[in-house]
């Protein structure tokens, strides 16, 4: 029997990344193999994280409904819930799934650790543990930070590990990414990637979160799935969350997020409420609206007893 790398990764067949490309409404063999690593890959890539986005809900609905309330982060098991069930899923396994789909294709891809800020719930200054996921690829020579696992903040498209550059998000919001040290650290040597955003030009920038370059493997993603997806002081696990991407053309223009029991829609800076769900069964079928997704009877039994569950 020959001897697995500890350093391989799972890989998906051809006939799984075309249906998944199906699946998203992507062009089929819209790219060799051999391109992915040069400056058509990343035409390639920033069209395939926008459909991806589009298609594949960041949500945390298998916390809530479903018979074993578990995270799964294997690849297989992923494959089989976005595809084949049309679910969606949070940071790692939203980003675990994608960085699965872009090394069979041929991507030059590792993984990285992130620090979510406390800014993003407004609870103060500085960074919380591990627990969020980037993908770095490297094309050309140049590496990309490439994130479909956050939410209506995240990017919409590969943006260059470049301090200081300006990017375009949802008009009028902004993004950038500072190579610096952060006031948690002891040592003002250290420097990580911070990822920024700002809601118009007159706006402060507000740090989302912070990542190194230093790869992590499937067991450190282990570790940090089991605290996110247990912990009561997750957002995840106290909060029914599901966010969908709106692209016209090859914009992307705002998203439809659902939290608890409110469902709005935000385009191009501005919100709209779109439903109050004071029930489950119109939150399910607010699901199904206005996210495509279908829970199944024994999924939606597995909220009956938890403080999400709607008691209307």
């Not at 675990?96 to 406390?118: E, K, M, N, Q, W």
């Not at 409420?273 to 029930?279: E, I, M, P």
């Not at 119109?282 to 495509?292: I, K, P």
């Amino acid at each position: 029997m020959a001897h697995q790398k500890l350093s391989e990764r799972p890989l998906y067949t051809s006939s799984q990344i075309e249906r998944y490309f199906t699946h998203i409404s992507f062009p089929q063999g819209a790219i060799r193999h051999e391109d992915t690593r040069t400056a058509q890959g990343l035409t390639y890539l920033t069209a395939l994280q926008k459909h991806h986005m589009v298609r594949v809900p960041f949500e945390s609905l298998s916390l809530h409904y479903s018979k074993h309330h578990i995270v799964s982060i294997d690849p297989s098991d992923l494959y089989h819930k976005i595809v084949d069930k049309g679910h969606g899923g949070y940071c790692m396994e939203n980003n675990t799934f994608f960085g699965s789909v872009l090394r069979s294709l041929g991507f030059d891809i590792y993984s990285v650790g992130a620090r979510v800020s406390h800014a993003i719930n407004g609870s103060g200054e500085g960074y919380g543990g591990w627990s969020h996921m980037v993908n770095i690829v490297m094309i050309d020579g140049q590496k990309f930070m490439v994130d479909v696992g956050f939410g209506s903040g995240g990017p919409t498209h590969p943006l260059p590990l470049k301090d200081g550059g300006l990017h375009e998000a949802i008009a009028p919001q902004m993004h950038r990414l500072l190579w610096t040290n952060i006031s948690q650290n002891t040592d003002p040597s250290q420097r990580l990637w911070v990822f920024e955003a700002r809601n118009g030009d007159h706006e402060p920038w507000r740090p989302n979160y912070c990542f190194s370059e230093l790869e992590m493997g499937p067991t450190d993603y282990n570790i940090m799935n089991f605290f996110t997806s247990t912990s009561r002081t997750s957002i995840f696990t106290y909060t029914v969350i599901c966010t969908k991407t709106i692209l016209e053309g090859d914009t992307v223009v705002g998203n439809i997020v659902l939290v608890g029991n409110e469902v709005k829609r935000r385009l191009c800076g501005k919100s709209e409420h779109l439903q109050t769900c004071d029930t489950e069964q119109q939150r399910v079928e607010a699901l199904a609206r206005w996210f495509d997704i279908r829970l199944t009877t024994d999924e939606q039994h597995g909220i009956r007893g938890m403080t999400t569950q709607l008691k209307g």
